[in-house]
């Protein structure tokens, strides 16, 4: 008999032969983590597990944006046992997206997708200083390295960080979330910046944590 899925594979299979499926015997095949999304400077770990222990070989196929396909065989793990033959290829850092398939004999798989994204990071910070009038001291802004916020109380403080995409950002002082940022573009890149009111006895650490859709 011929599942309802397997059914859908030979519909496609007949009407539509470039199409970019796998055949049936691939419906075997268990692959991880199949389609995933990752950052930019990851490893990626693909796996395959086969229901046949006699298996010795097995081929991962991987597909870049150029559309060119190469052919690398996958390494068999301590982990097969008496039920499965398992296999592994390791990508210690990506940095493109592409498309994978893995053979295994006669079964072939359908393709699935590592989907490489950008890490979000700050490419500078400022720090503006708006001082209490009767200080008499020039409101200034400088540039942000390793050095703390320092200021008399009662000074108003605007952190600007620029980042390279967009993302969600906090402020954490001590540990402990800050307001939400209010959000600009320079030059095409985004700014998130924070303004503090520096009161007596203010002290301690500050930093600031980004976060993408993908976490």
């Excluded at 594979?9 to 009407?15: D, E, K, S, T």
């Excluded at 995409?165 to 985004?190: C, H, I, V």
Aim: proline letters at 6%; hydrophobic letters at 35%; one cysteine or more.
């Amino acid at each position: 008999a011929i599942w309802p899925s397997h059914t859908t594979r030979l519909f496609v299979r007949v009407l539509i032969p470039v199409v970019e499926v796998g055949n049936i015997q691939g419906l075997s095949l268990d692959v991880t983590p199949g389609d995933i999304n990752t950052a930019t400077g990851e490893s990626v770990e693909i796996e395959l597990a086969v229901p046949d222990p006699r298996i010795g070989r097995a081929e991962f196929f991987k597909k870049n944006p150029d559309g060119i396909e190469t052919r690398e065989r996958m390494s068999r793990t301590a982990a097969s046992d008496d039920e499965k033959s398992r296999f592994s290829i390791r990508f210690p850092s990506v940095t493109e997206s592409f498309r994978y398939r893995v053979k295994c004999g006669s079964a072939l798989s359908g393709y699935y997708t590592v989907n490489v994204i950008e890490k979000p990071e700050i490419e500078s910070i400022a720090v503006s200083y708006d001082y209490p009038k009767y200080t008499g001291l020039p409101d200034r802004t400088v540039a942000l390295s390793n050095a703390g916020i320092s200021a008399i109380a009662g000074t108003g403080v605007t952190i600007a960080a620029t980042l390279n995409r967009a993302a969600d950002a906090f402020l954490l002082l001590n540990g402990q979330k800050t307001a939400e940022p209010r959000f600009a573009e320079k030059e095409d890149k985004p700014v998130a910046s924070w303004n503090l009111k520096l009161r007596p006895g203010t002290a301690g650490t500050w930093s600031i944590r980004l976060k993408e859709e993908h976490g």
